[in-house]
Structures are given as C-alpha cells and as structure tokens.
C-alpha cells in the first residue's frame, strides 16, 4: 500500500522523503458518471511529495498577515425553510466562509397539489404576503435576523415580472385568484395587453410585453405597478435583506426594471443593495445582458455552459482552455457577473438547454465547482439541491405539501433527499479558498499538459491543481506562496485549534522556492492557500508524516526522530 523512500535525516532537516500512495488501494477510483450522492462527497487523496524542504526552509517562513473574507460567494439554499436556513447559518454557513444566502421567493403563491407540489409554485405569486412553503413572515424575520448576526447576507428571489398563470386558484396564504384579478393587488388593467405566449425571441417587444408560458404579465411600465413591487421588496429590506436575485429580469423592458430598482434604492439610501439579475442571453436574441448592467450585476448563463464543456470533454473542450476564460469568450465582464455550475433551471434542462455538470456528475461536478471558486472571474453561486428524478418535483414533503425539514433531531439531514452539495469537502474547503485569494484579482503561474491537467495560482495567497485525466499527475509546481506546510482544503482545512488539518486532510509542503511536488491521482484536485497554513515546526512535519503511515509504532517513530 505505501512505498517510502527515506533520504538522509540530519540535525538540520529532512532531504529527499518521499511518499507514494497508490490511490487504488487506498481510495478507490472515482468514475465520471457517479450519481450517487454520497459517492459524490469525498474527493481522492494527494499524494504529495515532500522534497528539498529544510528546517531553515520552515523556520524562516514568515505568514502573510491574514486576509479579512468579503462576501464573494453565493450558496443557493433552494426550497429550504427559514427555520432551517437559520440553523445553516449558525452551525456551518458562518463558520465555512460563506458570506450570503439566496433564498427561494417569499411572497405567497399558488398550491398545487393536483401537480404534486411542484417547485416552480413558488415562481407564481399570489400576493406580496411573506407566508410561503418555506415558512411564515415571522419565521422570515428570525432567519435573517440569525442569518446576520451570523455574517450572513440574506438574498431574496424577487419575482416581479409576473403573477400565477392559472385561470383561477388558492395561495399558500389562502388568497384566492383569478388571473388578472388578485385581491386588493391587481386588476386586469395593471397587466399587458398581449394575452398570449412569448413566441419570437428575436422582437424584444414580444419577449418584455407577452406572457412567459401563461404567467399572468404585469405592466411594469406603470406608475401603480411599479410602486406595489417597489413597497414588497421594500418591505423585505426593512426586515434586513441585503439584495436580490430579479427572476425573469430579461422579460421586463431595462428601462422599466431600472426605474424600479432605483426607487428602491431611493427609499433605503444607507443599504448598499445587491442586485443580480436574470437574463438569459444566448447571444443570438434581442435582449442582451449588457442591457441590463445599469440595473446591476447579471447571472451568466454561458459561464457554466462552458465549464460544462471542458469538464465533459465536449466539442472539442479541454480543462487546459480554460485559462483564457472570460470578455473574449462572450461572457459579460467579471465585475458584473454571478457565474454558476448549475442553477436550479439548468439542473432540470431548463433556460435554453446546454451541456451543464449537475451533482448527478458526482466527482465531475465537485472539480468544476473547485476551479469555479478557484478561478476569479466573477462572483460564484453554489447550488444546493434536493434529490430529484422528475423535473417538475418539488422538494422533500408531507403528505399535505409541508416540507420536510433538513434539520432533524438538531442535525442537518444531508446527502441524501437534501443533496447539500455547499457542504461536499471539496466545495466548502474550497469557499475558504475564494474568500483567502480575493485580493488577487488575477491568475499566475498557469500549467497545463495541454489537455485535462491544470494547475494556477493566485499571487502569494494560493496555489490549485486539478487533474481530470484517467491518469495520475505527478509534477513539480511553481508557486509565489511562502514556504511552509499547507493543508490541501479540498480534503480539509485547518483544525479548530489550527495546529493540525482536519478530516486526516493531506499536509503539502512548500519549499524556500515556492516549490511542491505532488502526485494527484486521477479525478482529483489539491488546493492551498494561506489561511490554511500549519505552524512553522518542523517536528510536526515529521512526527505528523510518520503518525499518518501504517505500520510505523512508536519505538519506530521515537528512533526516525532521533535520526
């Protein structure tokens, strides 16, 4: 199983100790079509080679002072509760580095219980009232209000471009409708006169003013309009929500998304709002992203279509063409975009179709997230989903549509209906990445084998290799980190007392140089950035190593000490 090739040890250091695992014993090889969950969750060990580091090497090391985390990731907690959103703040959401929470529409909407309960109910609104599946407005206010104090920022999905499209119905707040008649909210006057489905993607009046598959289309060009969905978000902003996602944003003119976005603004001068916006630009129809900028940032579609492609090795795609991702490739500039491995549309095939990589790929999925919050471009979305095997299912339920909760007897029920891909290693150690590497906005020191094996840094605060190959990489990397012993955050991060690497995660060494060798096995990634850096000594180098290896006791340890 383990193959050790000891060097001379000396009182100065260790020189040449190498290791060697053989991942198909010790981990078994991960296939590209894994699509159980709990498979999905863990990634290979590294095996890294530990070369030309000396004592000097580490007691000279100086770590950078600490980078402070911004708010640069996005987790899409969809379908969940409040009350459980709450607790995932609390326990892990805070403590993992992810710093804001797009949460599903709260405003009432339609039930559907003849449909099974689907999970586009929430996507047709009923009233502005806060009492939706996931809970009641004052579970809403608690979730926040614990969501913030717990560093983090609550986005809400604001449909605003449309009401329920069924002829007639009960809301989740027991509203009943009509369409074009919603009580004490809209007439039909407050609508658009094109009663009919959008039908030509290339006439921008037909895709703003008509109906996106029977919702009922509001006229936000009104005064009346524009001032009820501006007093709804409004309201939200009150009770502490810091932005949100505008739902069908490229159905509603710019202009008119513009003027209510910025009476919005108005109304709350002292709240810095984050607003990204829906738009759906394949590049071939009249509206256009960029149309949109004014407004704020847009989610970009393209970005995971093009992962999609260079994971799945399609149309030609390699990871090693990926390094000159971004404006040349047709996506909207890095400061204005939300970019994603999949959404909760993309997932089920929806929103122009394409090639995206869902957790249904398993291991495929977890590299891609790893070198989208490795990669800085934009600011990144998680998804995390419930199981599905219909595109139309709705999340976990009761018999009476009530959703079943993630958290159970105090523990968070994951990997399993609720899939909680934000919590799989290899994403949640890779968020404390993208929060460490922020201040340096660009890549360096970019490898490549030309095909499936990458490997960049980020200036002085990172360095990631992802091997997508059926074969194992071995290679020597150049890096600008300072030397020292990192854990490798795709398997884990730095202990709570922050002397040792969590979840038995592989210690990678760094030499003066800025140096590693590693030997990456097949489908697997090593990740290291200077927030997940062990103390300088060298005996915890050693004794850790020798602690790790089977078949070394203590007598045996005690003499390799004493050289």
């Known amino acids: 199983m383990w193959k050790i090739v000891l060097g001379a040890l000396s009182a100065s250091g260790v020189v040449g100790l190498i290791v060697l695992l053989n991942p198909l014993t010790l981990f078994p090889a991960l296939s590209v079509g894994v699509s159980t969950v709990q498979a999905s969750t863990t990634v290979p060990r590294v095996a890294v080679a530990r070369a030309d580091i000396s004592e000097t090497d580490i007691l000279e090391a100086t770590a950078p002072a600490p980078t402070t985390p911004v708010p640069t990731t996005i987790v899409h907690l969809f379908e969940w509760t409040w009350a459980d959103i709450a607790s995932e703040c609390e326990t892990y959401l805070g403590p993992n580095g992810y710093r804001a929470v797009q949460i599903s529409p709260p405003q009432e909407h339609i ?36 969501c913030r104090e717990a560093g983090v920022a609550i986005y809400a ?32 006057e407050d609508f658009n006169d094109c009663h009919q489905n959008v039908t030509d993607y290339g006439n921008a009046e037909n895709v703003t003013q008509c109906e996106l598959v029977g919702l009922a289309d509001l006229n936000t060009s009104s005064p009346k309009v524009q001032a009820t969905l501006v007093n709804y978000m409004s309201e939200l902003v009150e009770m502490g929500v ?22 919005l603004r108005d109304r709350h001068p002292e709240t810095e709002l984050y607003i990204y916006q829906e738009v759906i630009d394949p590049g071939t129809e009249a509206i256009r992203k960029q149309d949109y900028y004014d407004s704020g940032n847009v989610l970009d579609f393209k970005y995971g279509r093009f992962i999609g492609l260079a994971f799945l090795g399609l149309e030609g795609q390699t990871l090693a063409n990926l390094q000159t991702l971004g404006e040349g490739w047709g996506l909207a500039p890095s400061a204005q975009s939300v970019v994603f491995t999949d959404n909760h549309d993309k997932q089920r095939g929806h929103g122009g179709g394409g090639d995206y990589l869902t957790y249904k790929n398993g291991d495929l999925y ?13 600011k990144p979305q998680v998804m995390s989903s419930f199981a599905f095997d219909d595109s139309e299912q709705g999340p976990p339920t009761y018999d009476d549509g009530t959703t079943q909760p993630v958290y159970q007897g105090g523990e968070a029920n994951c990997f399993a209906d609720w899939v909680c891909e934000h919590r799989w290693p290899a994403i949640a150690g890779m968020v404390g990445f993208r929060n460490a590497t922020e201040p340096v906005a660009e890549v360096t020191d970019w490898w490549s084998n030309n095909a499936n094996q990458i490997a960049f840094g980020r200036g002085d605060l990172g360095f990631v290799a992802i091997n997508r190959e059926a074969q194992p990489l071995t290679h020597r990397f150049q890096t600008q980190l300072p030397p020292g012993r990192y854990c490798n955050v795709v398997q884990g991060g730095l202990s709570a007392d922050g002397t040792a690497c969590a979840n038995n995660a592989n210690v990678v060494l760094v030499n003066r140089a800025g140096q590693l060798t590693a030997t990456l096995p097949q489908m697997s990634a090593l990740a290291i950035h200077v927030e997940a850096k062990l103390p300088d000594r060298l005996f915890g180098i050693w004794s850790g190593f020798l602690s790790a290896v089977e078949g070394f006791d203590g007598k045996a340890h005690q003499q390799n000490k004493e050289g």
């Open 111 to 146: 039930v559907l219980p003849d449909y099974g309960y689907p999970w586009w109910q929430r996507y047709q609104p009923v009233s502005y009232r806060l009492e939706s599946r996931s809970g009641t407005r004052a579970e809403l206010q608690d979730m926040i209000s614990r």
């Open 157 to 188: 999905d604001a449909v605003i471009n449309h009401m329920a499209g069924f002829e007639s119905g009960v809301g989740s707040a027991g509203t009943r409708f009509t369409k074009y008649d919603y009580p004490g909210l809209y007439k039909p």
């Open 242 to 263: 810091a932005g949100f996602r505008i739902d069908a944003a490229k159905h509603i003119r710019n202009e008119e998304l513009g003027e209510i976005l910025t009476q």
């Open 366 to 378: 977890a590299l891609a997230n790893v070198f989208m919050l490795a990669f800085p471009y934009g």
